[in-house]
Nanobody, 119 residues
């Protein structure tokens, strides 16, 4: 069973940066699509960024050029670089991936990592 484990969250001051990582454990699969979502306190989950194995990207409107998603399929890891962080970016960030296992595709979610932007 493939598991996704996020890391890199923490407390950062407004204007600061963080890089989140999402590592997929296991073998015998490739990542077809991956995305980061976030859920701010008391709000619904929203898409932050998505990436396909072919390199197509999508971002939430609120990103406005501040975040960059990338993927290293050899390392089975998805990254989210976040710059110019704002207090409203405070949320639990989770990754999800659509994995190709043989002729099947499976989806998996990580447990999430907390990002707090505060002075």
């Amino acid at each position: 069973q493939v598991q996704l484990v996020e890391s890199g969250g923490g407390l950062v001051q407004p204007g600061g940066s963080l890089r989140l990582s999402c590592a997929a454990s296991g073998s015998g699969f490739s990542i077809d699509f991956a995305a980061w979502y976030r859920q701010p306190p008391g709000k619904q989950r929203e898409l932050v960024a998505g990436i396909t194995s072919g390199g197509s990207l999508t971002y939430g409107d609120f990103v406005k050029g501040r975040f960059t998603i990338s993927m290293d399929n050899a390392k089975k890891t998805i990254y989210l670089r976040m710059n110019s962080l704002k207090p409203e970016d405070t949320a639990t960030y989770s990754c999800t991936a659509r994995l190709v296992v043989g002729v099947k595709t499976v989806s998996s979610w990580g447990q999430g990592t907390q990002v707090t932007v505060s002075s």
